[in-house]
């Protein structure tokens, strides 16, 4: 095992090999510490921004810049080794690169649910946004009745009885109404986390890439950690960073307590429920619809196929947001976090809205996800301060390209935080 780094970098998920590819591209050496067995497993990086109106702080214009194709390929293409396409492209494409596919982002509202007081003001929200998009030159568009809802993923052509058997939903043309902006994005995220784990593994002598590794503590002049049943310590001649997820929660705050520093917290930890539905229409793939606490869109990797129709609907579905004691117990209440809220707001949107008469779910998966005040620069605060600087970096999930954007920020950090050798 290395004796000594310049640089430790602990966490799961793409950012401590995000940090690799930067503090490497400098010429130091990397020591890379991930508690899990594989780096994604935690699952943390959302392939888009939800641009959810009931989120803690509703959505800001930095938010939907962010999401514009040039923003989104600034942010990722300076750590990644190969290619990153655009969707749609012009000209000669890899289709097997990680692709940047810009939609159409519809938020629509079904008015015989306007009843309900957090519906009201969720949409109140999305219009707040257009009169600022539009202020911004960013082209939002208002949509009515049978417009808004055939443009919606999934919606039903076909004629006759809507919604279930026993619960008839209303036709749409005077039931729906929607406002979109054309071009934010999404991300191939499998693609890119991927691409971006073999290129690390590349450059790196394995020894220096370390799953499952666990007992990781702070030294006077390093890290000592347990991997393989052994002990092992790499004295660190500039610092740690540590990229903080759900996972990490127990770790940060035993550390915190330990050197008696009071640590920046979130405001909470909310679980996105990632569903994969089996459409009976076909998907239009250039736009991704907002529904209720729903982002819904055509599930596909890489470029959508021009061949055959997509039937698979991704369905993302904002949860509660709960205490920070409560990622703590992610693990613990994993078999727990599917409720009849979730079932009912599924039912809401294929039987009721989009006039689906039955739906099947391919899968279901949970991803624990911090939520941060919104601030114009990452967050990060200091467990140690001696011969190295070790320091917990606020931004370590989240969409992909936010992620991104926070690592880059949190190296520049600190380099210029660090203490002179």
């Known amino acids: 095992m290395p004796s000594d780094s310049d640089v430790a970098l602990l966490g799961t998920g793409i950012a401590p090999l995000l940090a690799a590819s930067t503090f490497l591209a400098e010429g130091k050496s ?245 569903w994969s539905l089996v459409s009976r229409e076909a998907i239009d793939p250039t736009i991704v619809g907002s529904f209720e606490n729903m982002v819904a869109w055509a599930e596909t990797e890489g470029a959508p196929s021009s061949d055959a129709p997509i039937k698979s609907l991704a369905v993302l579905r904002a949860g509660a947001l709960a205490s920070l004691k409560s990622a703590e117990q992610v693990s613990a209440e994993a078999s727990t976090w599917a409720s009849g809220d979730s079932f009912r707001g599924l039912s809401r949107l294929c039987h009721d809205f989009l006039g689906w008469e039955n739906y099947t779910v391919r899968s279901v998966r949970p991803r624990s996800i911090f939520e941060w005040d919104q601030t114009p620069k990452v967050e990060s605060f200091s467990l140690l301060q001696g011969s190295y600087s070790a320091r917990v970096v606020c931004a370590g999930d989240g969409p992909i390209f936010h992620v991104a954007r926070a690592v880059r920020e949190a190296c520049q950090q600190f380099e210029s935080l660090r203490i002179p050798q």
């Open 30 to 274: 990397v020591l890379i510490l991930n508690p899990e067995w594989d780096f994604f497993s935690e699952n943390s990086e959302l392939s888009l921004d939800p641009l959810w109106p009931a989120a803690t702080q509703g959505i800001s214009l930095d938010q939907v810049r962010q999401s514009l194709p040039e923003n989104v390929l600034a942010n990722l293409r300076p750590h990644f080794p190969g290619a990153i396409e655009l969707w749609p492209a012009q000209g000669y494409q890899d289709r097997f690169a990680p692709h940047v596919r810009s939609r159409q982002r519809l938020w629509v509202q079904s008015l015989d649910h306007r009843q309900r007081t957090q519906r009201v003001q969720d949409w109140q929200e999305i219009e707040d946004l257009y009169l600022r998009s539009a202020d911004a030159g960013f082209n939002p568009q208002s949509l009515d009745g049978a417009v808004a809802y055939h443009r919606f993923p999934g919606s039903s052509n076909t004629q006759g009885t809507r919604g279930s058997h026993s619960n008839p939903a209303p036709e749409p043309s005077l039931q729906t109404k929607g406002i979109s902006l054309p071009k934010l994005c999404d991300v191939d995220v499998p693609r890119y986390r991927n691409g971006l784990r073999e290129f690390i593994r590349d450059r790196m002598d394995s020894e220096r890439v370390v799953t499952n590794a666990s007992q990781i503590e702070l030294t006077a002049d390093g890290v000592r950690y347990r991997s393989g049943g052994t002990s092992h310590t790499s004295l660190l001649r500039e610092g740690l960073m540590v990229f903080w997820t759900p996972r990490l929660t127990k770790w940060v705050l035993a550390q915190s307590r330990k050197y008696e520093v009071v640590p920046k917290l979130p405001r909470g930890v909310r679980t996105w429920e990632d």
